[in-house]
């Protein structure tokens, strides 16, 4: 984890744009807010593009995509590329039905991604490695470093695998992260949130790999400090903690001092 990102983050405050789903839209923001980014929702194919050429960074997540949306993250995403900020896919329970599959091969013909993040189920699919799922969760088991490989080659991306232990490969290299809670699993929306943390760390100076790769880190960490507050007695104790715990510098949820 490098803390200069984090600080960078903080210090431009980047201007994210979601076209997320419908579910975490509340929380993502909050969430954002609380890290040190400036959320905005647009969602119109009439001013997606717009939107995206004055941010710092676009997240596409289609957890509850609709057809009539699919024009708005492609003008997003193009006007992203265009611009040269980065664009962050984040393939909700691509491979669950033919229509969500379409909608991401059509995004990654259009759009150059800048990262890729989801479920080890999820990006193997991407790259046609079987992984046995349960609707859109990733419920199986196999070798997702290797996935995580395949993808980062196959699309030109960083590709960010979530789990027990999260995967950050950019070419060739692999990095690990082992920060984290296992109640981020019963909270709806957490890894959307976290689809948008990366996208504001993306959005700093600096390599890709890094930024994803603290991004993850520092999420965990929050989760970590979080849990570990004595009021803490389930999900729902668990969230407006770990919202305030995003806004917490690294060696201070380290330190337990916040």
């Known amino acids: 984890m490098k803390f200069s990102i984090i600080q960078e983050v ?10 997320t789903n419908n579910v975490v839209i509340n929380f993502t923001a909050n969430g954002l807010l609380s890290f040190g980014g400036s959320p905005i929702m647009a969602k119109a194919p009439e001013d997606a593009g717009t939107i995206a050429s004055a941010a710092d960074g676009v997240l596409l997540n289609i957890g ?20 040269g900020a980065p ?17 991401v091969k ?12 989801g479920n080890a189920g999820e990006l193997a699919y991407l790259v046609n490695i079987p992984w046995e799922r349960k609707g ?22 960083t590709a960010i695998i979530t789990g027990e232990t999260d995967i950050v490969c950019n070419g060739g290299e692999l990095l690990y992260n082992k920060t ?4 981020l699993s019963k909270v709806t929306g957490a890894g959307c949130l976290l689809g948008s943390i990366v996208t504001a760390c993306l959005a700093t100076e600096g390599s890709s790999e890094a930024q994803a790769l603290t991004a ?4 965990g960490l929050a989760a970590e400090y979080a849990y570990s507050k004595k009021e803490v007695n389930g999900p729902g104790t668990f969230l407006p903690h770990f919202i305030d715990a995003l806004g917490y510098d690294p060696e201070e949820l380290r330190n337990g001092q916040s």
């Open 64 to 83: 509850t995509i609709k057809q009539e949306e699919v024009s708005a993250m492609i003008e997003a995403g193009k006007a992203a590329n265009k611009k």
């Open 106 to 117: 059509q995004i990654l013909k259009e759009v150059h991604v800048t990262a890729i993040k």
């Open 136 to 157: 859109v969760e990733a419920v199986g088991s196999g070798d997702a470093e290797k996935v995580a490989l395949k993808v980062a080659s196959t699309y030109n991306t």
């Open 216 to 219: 993850v880190s520092f999420y």
């Open 180 to 183: 984290g809670h296992a109640i």
């Open 87 to 103: 664009v962050v896919l984040d393939p909700v329970g691509v491979g669950a039905s033919s229509f969500r599959s379409s909608i």
């Open 10 to 19: 903080r210090e431009k405050n980047p201007l994210i744009h979601h076209l």
